[in-house]
């Protein structure tokens, strides 16, 4: 099952590498990592999804939580949470028909077309990963140009009872 | 932009003022630092410039790997942090795998490593190297300075990760601008970080549960490792021990954590551990583990370890609990805090039954060799050692045979007294070791056990010994094989001997060198070389006086010991089998 685990760090330099070094450095594997700021200049926040059975996520979060660079690390996944992916798009409009559709379709999943070529389209959309996958299988009778995924991002709904490291 | 800052840095007189360099030194002298090992080199010549002046003792290594097994061997006698200074590039890559053998062990060391200057980083510049991120998965943390007036935050800071927590190796990446440059930043009085707090506050309900297991088990087990020693908690586990009856089996890290001549010692436990602890491993049902992390040398077969007890892990390490075996009760924190709370509401108890059962086993199977007449047994030196030192030695020792006869043939009975590469595993550990321990506990004697394999590894540090008069006696266990390898060929890959022969005898034909003396070196002549006290001795009744004669006379000795060839190290339960499976050959 795939995990979602945000985690509070300093916003140094070599903390990432430290931090993807750890999970790549035991075996595990990462799906997708997201980087951002957060209100505090000094602490980014790293969003890591990571396929794995409890045990494995549990080490992963005991270990990340060990980190002398890492103040907080929440397992998302079990608590009430939003996930939210963005993707870039560009798909091929070989005739109208064909753009048509792909409108259309974009239209069903709330995404919006940002730049439309002669014989391309591209489209913006957000949405939780199942959403996307979704989304990218509805596109597939198309040809897919080029396409970019931020990776997951999470916000939980509600305060977080006990973090795995205060 | 540094380098503006530099030349304003330096044309500022204000006396206050102290150059990277310096601040080094004093960060040291603040930790406490007693001796500093190292190697210089160009990128950390500023720092060599302010040691000069420096209060403490320098310990020259003729390898930075040395240095850094100095440090360690230093740490781990004294429980005081170890302190390295190399420079940068092949230096810093030179100390990886003795940071790893700390890292592994959970060993305090800083090691401070020169580096190109900032504005070089990346340039692929002379003796440069990506030190932090060649270092970043051996340490438990490690510093790129790039600020002169962050350095003396960061060196208190490395010392406080280094010794606090689960203790381990930190690393100081510093450039060499920075060396130079001058600051009127001073030291923290208290290090506090927001990201890192190794002290966890003991939990009653966890203390309460705990003592409940206890106080119902009626085949309690203790299984100690090396954190009651790093904590120093040995008092507290033998009261444990004492209060409910409750035998104790270690690891080969916790060995000297609970005196193996205790009447509920069981001695060590796992692959090459003693019948009886495992035997208690396997029927216990209550496993109270303390400081120690279920090594797959010690578990085995990890579904089959334990399988009739409830296992309760104390460890400050919080991944470590539950990361190999299932535990039905985790308690995280130091073990002095955690002992010292759950003492009180633990029941007398008297598990005669149970005592009795192990106590047969420890009659029925102890260590014990083949010793066919006239022949010199690896496992008689060692009992020799033991008895000519009357067991008051620290030992250190190196890696595969000579450290695990090491364990099952000398009794170790206080911290700090076997010294080894436990989770690494790091041949050529134990010579440069047993020079740090030395100069941690200066006299006290020092028997470094090592192998014809081992001692060849880091033989250069032998003159840091010699130089400095230290009394170490190196025994080497010479049987003309990488020993511990061969009994697995032996065992396991049908005699199959395949790159374990030292000497020419007996090798194949793609190793054998046409005309190449037959074995070589010749240790004494190498020892004498080297300014040590020597002798060879090849047959049982010539060790007691060679020992003897080492102990009489204070110095550096190299004792080099003719031994069988194919001895085997048992018991032995193969790798990741059940204590069902052992071999044990010997009974």
């Known amino acids: ?166 | 932009m540094k380098a503006n800052t530099a030349t304003d840095k330096a044309t500022d007189s204000v006396p206050t003022l102290k150059t990277g360099a310096q601040c080094v030194i004093d960060g040291l002298v603040k930790a406490g630092c007693e001796v500093l090992f190292g190697y210089p080199g160009g990128a950390v010549l500023d720092i060599f410039n302010a040691l000069y002046d420096a209060p403490f003792q320098f310990v020259l290594a003729r390898h930075e790997q040395g240095a850094v097994h100095m440090a360690d061997g230093y740490a781990r006698a004294t429980g005081k942090p170890g302190c390295c200074l190399v420079t940068s590039g092949p230096g810093a890559t030179n100390t990886v795998t003795g940071l790893a053998t700390a890292c592994m062990d959970g060993i305090p060391l800083v090691c401070v490593c020169g580096q190109v200057a900032l504005n070089m980083i990346g340039n692929d510049a002379f003796q440069e190297a990506d030190v932090i991120g060649i270092t970043r998965p051996v340490t438990k943390h490690n510093f790129l300075v790039r600020d002169v007036d962050e350095l003396p935050d960061i060196i208190a800071r490395a010392f406080y990760i280094a010794t606090t927590g689960k203790p381990g190796p930190v690393v100081i990446d510093l450039p060499k601008n920075i060396q130079k440059q001058k600051t009127a930043s001073v030291p923290p009085e208290t290090v506090t970080m927001r990201a890192y707090h190794p002290d966890v506050p003991v939990n009653p309900p966890e203390i309460a549960q705990f003592a409940e297991l206890i106080n119902h088990a009626s085949r309690p087990l203790l299984y100690v490792g090396g954190g009651v020693i790093a904590g120093n908690a040995s008092d507290e586990l033998a009261a444990l021990a004492h209060t409910a009856n409750i035998p104790v089996c270690t690891t080969l890290m916790g060995l000297g954590a609970f005196p193996e001549d205790d009447p509920l010692a069981l001695r060590m436990v796992g692959m090459h551990g003693s019948v009886a602890a495992n035997y208690a491993v396997d029927h216990c049902d209550l496993l109270i583990s303390a400081g120690a992390r279920f090594d797959d040398r010690v578990t085995g077969k990890v579904s089959a370890f334990a399988s009739k007890a409830k296992i309760v892990h104390i460890d400050i390490d919080r991944s470590s609990i539950g990361k190999s075996v299932r535990t039905d009760l985790g308690v995280q924190g130091y073990l002095v805090p955690v002992l010292q709370a759950v003492l009180p509401f633990v029941k007398p108890a008297e598990h005669t039954e149970w005592l009795e059962q192990v106590n047969r086993w420890k009659e029925r199977f102890p260590f014990v060799y083949p010793a066919p007449e006239g022949v010199l047994m690896p496992q008689f030196v060692i009992e020799q050692i033991y008895a000519v030192s009357k067991g008051r030695a620290v030992i250190t020792t190196d890696v595969g045979q000579n450290q695990m006869w090491a364990t099952q043939f000398y009794r170790y009975t206080r911290p700090r007294t076997f010294i080894s590469s436990g989770g690494l595993g790091t041949m050529g550990f134990g010579l440069p070791a047993s020079i740090g321990v030395q100069f941690g506990r200066k006299g006290e004697p020092v028997v470094c056990i090592t192998g014809d394999g081992g001692v060849q590894m880091n033989f250069q540090e032998l003159v840091v010994a010699v130089e400095h008069r230290l009394p170490i006696v190196v025994v080497i266990l010479n049987n003309g094989y990488l020993g511990m390898v061969r009994q697995w060929q032996e065992l396991f890959y049908s005699k199959r001997y395949s790159g374990v022969m030292l000497s020419q005898h007996g090798r194949l034909p793609n190793e054998h060198v046409e005309d190449a003396p037959a074995y070589l070196p010749d240790f004494v002549k190498m020892a004498e070389a080297h300014g040590a006290r020597t002798c060879r001795v090849t047959n049982p009744g010539e060790v007691a006086a060679a020992l003897s004669e080492a102990f009489a006379h204070p110095a550096t000795w190299v004792i080099e010991c003719i031994v069988s060839p194919e001895a085997n190290v048992y018991p032995m339960i193969p790798p990741g089998q059940h204590v069902a499976e052992m071999i044990n050959r010997t009974v």
Request: charge should be neutral.
């Open chain 1, 1 to 166: 099952m795939k995990h979602i685990i945000n985690c509070l760090v300093e916003n140094q330099p070599g903390v990432l590498a430290r931090i993807v070094g750890l999970i790549s450095g035991r075996g595990y594997n990462i799906e997708t990592l997201n980087v951002g700021p957060t209100e505090d200049p000094t602490v980014s926040k790293m969003t890591i999804v990571v396929p794995g059975d409890a045990h494995v996520i549990a080490q992963v979060t005991h270990q990340l939580s060990k980190q002398v660079d890492v103040i907080e690390v929440v397992d998302m996944t079990n608590r009430r949470h939003l996930d939210r992916e963005l993707l870039l798009v560009r798909v091929a409009t070989q005739n109208h028909h064909a753009r048509a559709e792909i409108v259309d379709l974009a239209a069903l999943f709330m995404a919006r077309v940002v730049a439309v070529q002669e014989e391309s389209v591209t489209i913006q959309m957000v949405g939780n990963q199942e959403t996307v996958a979704d989304f990218l299988r509805l596109l597939r009778p198309y040809t897919i140009i080029d396409i970019s995924r931020t990776g997951v991002i999470a916000v939980g709904r509600e305060a977080v009872e006990r973090p795995a490291k205060r």
